[in-house]
């Protein structure tokens, strides 16, 4: 799920849009990689003995698993040693679990398999969508009704590669350009990149705009009055508008008069447009609820980190909370068009939703936003003296919006969703609704923004996961089981931990100079309902404001704390956030960025630094991170079984059961989580496996001269940009390495 900002341009699918592009997107990254985005999954490693025992064979009988489960399913295969993620979302739904969900990675019973100590498995990008303008009941148009706009649509620079968009081939005059033509060019496209970034910011809500920006005014961008936003289903189609008339002001520019920084800007705002284009007609299958990373999930926390650098921020922070009841109401009404047009969740969704509400069912008086309001009063007191009557006088405003509208919302949206069970005629993935596997589509083109088809992808999938076999395979004939079993890394503190991995980083990648960044607790309120870990991005023009939350209820210090912190911290979202916006040419570029590159990049190096000196044995962090990439690409292929290929929970049991012992309750967690997310865990799965692709094909064209710090500042230059955007000037950097 992403969280899709108020805007023309980055709207993704899974929640509905408002008016700018990608604040919040860039706001609030959900920890993936093998600690999901939920708080629901949890992994535990199985004991290696199984597969010290198999050794040789370990290859050949993955091998004989996916051609077996091919066979009798004709689905991308899954294999028997792989690890599964046991999920619970509250106490007791597992014998001795905790709020954190306790649950294992099992195997079949002859294989001798027991518990572990949970490992978080980690889920897609948490952002959250905050929606703006008008409200009403509007005509429902029917899912599939303009379906085929897209297909009919401008598509600006269809082709990525240099000096072969479609723009290039039909703009400019006959002939070679001037240099006073190439120089206007190459200006009026920057002042485009100005306007578009004006234009998108300033018609964001507060909550967009003070994330992105702590000055506006430095931009040419004035705020409005503090508004959180809308949902409503006429917003979405004229977005679709307005994502269209974008793109036909985009392909008067002829591509080939730009610089290769300009090139880059234009290919991944070109590829956003038209991914956005591919949902136009499907938009009641937006989906701004779910259970943990849902809009009802993440705007608390957006709220509770709302920063106070002036009265005006407190102000419009206390509008911004009376405004919740009437935000919940429009995306109430919204989830009841969807209902009538056969859209609506089912029973059991529902029921998770309802589950994540009741945790914001809090106490007036003593709750996180009012610990959070007092701290951020206090910090503002250092800057803006304020009398005791001043701040007797908000506390008790802070207080009376929570009263009378945020406690108020959160019972409105349990009595309104509550009363929409039955309504819901799917019970199963997103396949089984009329247009579902397109929206599905565009889920992955606009979610992880791969440059694989869900076909490709399956077949990567299946490839990565028979490599990280044959891995596992030559650790574990050179290694004592023992010796990986019960391995924990050394440091357990969090800002050690961070000093750490900033040292072992380098000479790896590309250096950055400091940046400031504090790591807090999520609420003991709150760990059942939010993410094991997440990063609060800095504003484009304060990067030292940078957050990262971790979640003590589900974060192990000693078993996940090192890796958790490399996935948020360095070098993953912090670290590729504030390198990316410090070398960015227009910050247009901070609204581009595409959450498989965010997801997979963070995951990616997350592996990498179970190899660090980190406490591990070398062997027990390869071992570590290659059953994380099992696991990863395992629930990718179960994402695209249950929402894309179709598989009803009897099949997608049969597909779980063939590998893995699992009860009737591991099942239905599994099968319910990817209904509530499609297409989330390929932002991880999905963006770390174009990484590797790209790194095996530069090490193998390279040999002994490949260089990761080389390829690591390729990437982090080009940015978190669409992987089609990447690629092709991937293949032209290895073809200069020669």
Known sequence: FHLHSSGTIFCKSSAPRSHHPGSLKASLFAYSSLHSLFPIISLVYPVPTVLSRLGKRLQAKAAGICEYFEKRTSAYPFCSHHILAVYSRSPG?????????????????????????????????????????????????????????????????????????????????????????????????????????????????????????????????????????????????????????????????????????????????????????????????????????????????????????????????????????????????????????????????????????????????????????????????????????????????????????????????????????????????????????????????????????????????????????EALGRVLRETPAAGLENASFSLTDPQAILLDLQEQMKGLFPELSQCGYEVRQVPSCLEASLSPAFYLTAPVDDRDQNVIYINGGSTDSRKDLYTTLAHEGFPGHLYQTVYSRTHAKTPLSALLSCSGANEGWATYVENIACTFDNGLSRAAGKYRAHMRSLSLCVHGLLDIGINYDGWDEARAGEFIRSCFQADDQTVRELWQVMIDNPANYLEYCGGYIEYMDMREQAEAALGSRFSPLDFHKLLLDLGPVPFSVIRPRFTAWLEEQG
């Open 93 to 469: 739904v597992l014998p001795g679990s905790v709020p954190a969900f306790q649950g294992g990675i099992v195997m079949r019973p002859e294989h001798g398999f027991s518990r572990k100590n949970p490992y978080i498995l980690l889920w897609g990008l948490l952002a959250l969508s905050l929606l703006l303008t008008s409200c009403g009941r509007q005509r429902i148009r029917q899912p599939g009704e303009s379906g085929a706009a897209f297909e009919n649509s401008t598509a600006p620079g269809n082709s990525t590669v240099p000096g072969n968009s479609a723009a290039s081939e039909s703009g400019g005059a006959p002939g070679c350009p001037s240099q006073e033509d190439i120089a206007a060019a190459q200006a009026a496209f920057d002042a485009f990149c100005t306007q578009v970034f004006q234009e998108e910011m300033a018609q964001a809500g507060t909550l967009d705009l003070h994330y992105t920006l702590l000055r506006p005014e430095a931009f040419g961008i004035s705020p409005g009055e503090p508004r959180l936003g809308t949902c409503t289903l006429e917003d979405m189609i004229q977005s679709g508008a307005a994502v269209q008339e974008l793109a036909d002001r985009l392909a008067a520019f002829d591509r080939s008069l730009l610089t290769e920084d300009q090139a880059l800007v234009y290919d991944a705002l070109s590829e956003t447009l038209q991914a956005s284009l591919m949902g136009r007609g499907l938009e009641l299958y937006e989906q701004p609820l779910a259970p943990t990373i849902g809009v009802q999930a993440q705007l608390p926390i957006l709220l509770a980190e709302y920063s106070f650098h002036s009265l005006k921020d407190v102000e419009d922070y206390l509008d911004l909370l009376s405004q919740t009841d009437a935000y919940y109401a429009q995306i109430l009404e919204f989830e009841n068009q969807k209902a009538d047009a056969g859209l609506g969740p089912s029973d059991a969704t529902i029921d998770r939703i309802l589950e994540s509400c009741e945790s914001y069912r809090i106490d007036p008086d003593q709750n996180f936003l009012t610990e959070t309001f007092a701290a951020r009063l206090a910090s503002l007191e250092q800057e803006v003296p304020l009398t005791a009557e001043q701040k007797a006088d908000l506390h008790s405003r802070h207080l009376s919006a929570i009263q009378g509208h945020f406690i108020p919302a959160y019972e409105a949206m349990i009595q309104g969703m509550t009363a929409l069970k039955g309504r819901g005629i799917n019970d199963g993935g997103l396949a089984g609704a009329r247009d579902g596997k397109q929206y599905y589509e565009y889920l992955v083109k606009t979610g992880p923004g791969l440059s694989y088809t869900v076909p490709e992808l399956k077949e990567a999938l299946k490839a990565r996961i028979q490599k990280d076999y």
